[in-house]
């Protein structure tokens, strides 16, 4: 059986919720010819970095985390801005977060669709060697990040026992893993 895409019959906007803007679609199905109102959430592309030591360590980041209503070690993050380069925002985004900046240009690793289901919007991953602690936090209004590094022999146990539980996280690791071998090997 061949899927195909949905004939869109309406678009509905609801509005603007800072990190996303909220849409009604009505649709119908190709074959079945229903017809369903589904929930789709429209947001910039988002980027995060893994940013690796000389000394073989992992930048990470530390932050309370409303959805899930806890704190979270990351790796630094954030949403790509308006005709920003994502290799430069991943960059940004690591410089802001945690200080920390590589000796070369941070270097793709590949993307993922962070949730198909509802968000229309990628996630780029990027590894940053060589990273040193050159330039002070910058925080958001919101944030207050902790920086910690971690051995990246110690990574893998880190995932094994579930301190390391943010799915984009895990991808960006998936990604070197294909790329350069075990990160906790590396």
Known sequence: MDICRWETLEEEYVGNYKIFDLYYYTRIHPIKKT???????????????LPITSNKELVLVEQYRHGTDA???????GLIEINEEPALAAERECREETGFVGLHQAELLGYVEPN???????CYHYVWFDCEQKFEQKFDENEL???KLIPLKK?????????????LVLSA????????GEIWNY
């Open 155 to 167: 990574v893998r146990t880190l995932l094994e026992n579930g301190v390391i539980r943010h799915s």
């Open 116 to 122: 198909p289901a509802f968000l229309g919007n990628k």
């Open 35 to 49: 017809k369903s109102k589904f929930v789709a959430l429209k947001s910039p592309n988002w980027v995060n970095i």
């Open 145 to 147: 990040i902790s920086v």
């Open 71 to 77: 704190v979270s070690l990351e790796i630094p993050a």
């Open 173 to 180: 690791i998936i990604f070197f893993n294909i790329k350069f």
